[in-house]
Every structure is written in C-alpha cells, then in structure tokens.
C-alpha cells in the first residue's frame, strides 16, 4: 500500500483546508485509514479514521465538529476537510492505514503504512 498526503498550506485562523490522501495497491474494505498530526517537538497524536468501507468514522475530541474525514472511492482518496483552524491545528499531518483493524485505532503503533506527510500551519 502506498499513501500520498497532500493539500497542506498556510493558513489564517478561522480558515479551512482539504486534506487529500491518495491511497494505490491493494486495500480491503475493514482496513483503516486514519490522519495523525505531529506539532513541532510533539508526539504524533490521531486525529481521525474510517474503515476502508466508508463506515465507523472516528475523530478525537479537539477536532470533532470541525473536521470530516471522507472517501471518493472512485479516486481511492480519503479527504479531511477541516474548518474553523486555529493556530493549535498546526501540525503535519500524515495519513496512515492498519490492516489489523483493532481497538487500538488511536495509536499510531498499529498502523503499518504512511505517507510523507503534509505541513499545515495557522496563522493567528
């Protein structure tokens, strides 16, 4: 599997963004696709995720409302679209898929394919 992260930029607060996540080779439909983010100096932290199915969408607290993670199967591309940015959203921001499909979905150990990455950065 192979993931490509793109649609970062910069930024003013209060802003929005569409994050793409062009994903190639082969996936099945219980593996899940997440976003993560990384601040400077920070640990990795989940953001959100789906089953390759389109189902059980996830997001963590900070985002909820704000953010949608989405898929156009057509593209094999899973979207996070986030509105209302505030400079706390500046991160990078990786794609990644677990085959495994577990409880853990939050931790970034569980998933064994990423992209490169795409920086985010918002401007107070």
């Known amino acids: 599997v192979q993931l490509q992260a793109s649609g970062g930029g910069l930024v003013q607060a209060g802003g929005s963004l569409r994050l793409s996540c062009a994903a190639s080779?082969?996936?099945?439909?219980?593996?899940?696709i997440a976003w993560f983010r990384q601040a400077p100096g920070k640990e990795r932290k989940f953001v959100a995720s789906?089953?390759?199915?389109?189902?059980?969408?996830r997001y963590t607290d900070s985002v909820k409302g704000r953010f949608a993670i989405s898929k156009d199967n057509a593209k094999n591309t899973v979207y996070l679209q986030m509105n209302s940015l505030n400079p706390e959203d500046t991160a990078v921001y990786y794609c990644?898929?677990?085959?495994?499909?577990?409880?853990?979905?939050?931790?970034?150990?569980?998933?064994?394919?990423w992209g490169q990455g795409t920086l985010v950065t918002v401007s107070s």
């Open positions: 080779g082969r996936i099945f439909v219980n593996y899940v």
């Open positions: 990644a898929v677990d085959r495994t499909a577990g409880a853990d979905y939050s931790r970034s150990y569980v998933y064994d394919y």
């Open positions: 789906m089953q390759w199915s389109g189902s059980r969408t």
